[in-house]
């Protein structure tokens, strides 16, 4: 069974960049999946952010896609988050998952299953 | 403001049914597929729901998903104190080139 893990700073400073991990373990790390980063600011709901395919074609959402770089090391079974120029508004608990999909004619069925445990980033000076 | 609309709230007994709705348009749920995600705080969400109606191995059949145009719904029966929890309805948005969308959640408490 896939289990996926955030790492990297719990407080960033404003201005700064905010850079982490997702190790995958316990399961197939391949190309026949994507991989993504997802984040709730406190109070808030889940916003995507962005995903990343195994031979490293790349999605962001548009509002962050300026400040945004994913990026995969397939030889650690990692995938990583860079979001820069952070401000208080990207505080939150970023997330990993991993993303299926198979085509049903013209349209891509997706989901995300699993999700990593998430992990809360302050951004403050 | 989130692209799909759900109720912020749902309350029902135990034992009861509950349904959560989600509202889009014709660029997301319209022409995609739904996944619902059951989430509690300070935990990794889980998938309950995809492609509609679908359920993962290891989710009861107390949970059903469906889809009637641009909208979707998650239906819970038999209710249990342990399903109060954020439910999260998620699909493509084709407007802008293709990226993910979720409603703003629902929290359902089991009174």
């Known amino acids: 069974q896939l289990l996926l893990q955030e790492s990297g700073p719990g407080l960033v400073k404003p201005s700064e960049t905010l850079s982490l991990i997702c190790t995958a373990s316990?399961?197939?790390?391949?190309?026949?999946?994507?991989w993504g980063w997802f984040r709730q600011p406190p109070g808030k709901g889940l916003e995507w952010i962005g995903a990343?395919?195994?031979?490293?074609?790349?999605s962001y959402n548009s509002a962050l896609r300026r400040r945004v770089t994913i990026s995969v090391d397939t030889s650690k079974n990692q995938f990583s988050l860079r979001l820069r120029t952070v401000t208080a508004a990207d505080t939150a608990v970023y997330y990993c998952?991993?993303?299926?999909?198979?085509?049903?004619?013209?349209?891509?069925?997706?989901?995300?299953?699993?999700w990593g445990q998430g992990t809360l980033v302050t951004v403050s000076s | 403001q989130s692209v799909l609309t759900q109720p912020p709230s749902v309350s029902a007994a135990p034992g009861q049914t509950v349904t959560i709705s989600c509202s889009g348009s014709?660029?997301?749920?319209?022409?995609?597929?739904v996944s619902w995600y059951q989430h509690f705080p300070g935990t990794a969400p889980k998938l309950l729901i995809y492609?509609?109606?679908q359920r993962p191995s290891g989710i009861p059949d107390r949970f059903s998903g469906s889809k009637s145009g641009a909208s979707a719904t998650l239906g819970i029966t038999g209710l249990q104190t342990g399903d109060e929890a954020d439910y999260y309805c998620?699909?493509?948005?084709?407007?802008?080139?293709?990226?993910?969308?979720f409603g703003g959640g629902t929290k359902l408490t089991v009174l």
């Open positions: 990343i395919s195994h031979s490293g074609t790349t």
């Open positions: 316990g399961g197939v790390f391949n190309s026949s999946y994507h």
């Open positions: 998620g699909t493509w948005d084709s407007s802008l080139g293709a990226y993910w969308v």
């Open positions: 998952a991993r993303r299926s999909d198979f085509w049903r004619g013209f349209s891509l069925v997706s989901w995300f299953d699993p």
């Open positions: 492609d509609n109606n």
């Open positions: 014709i660029s997301d749920i319209g022409n995609n597929y």
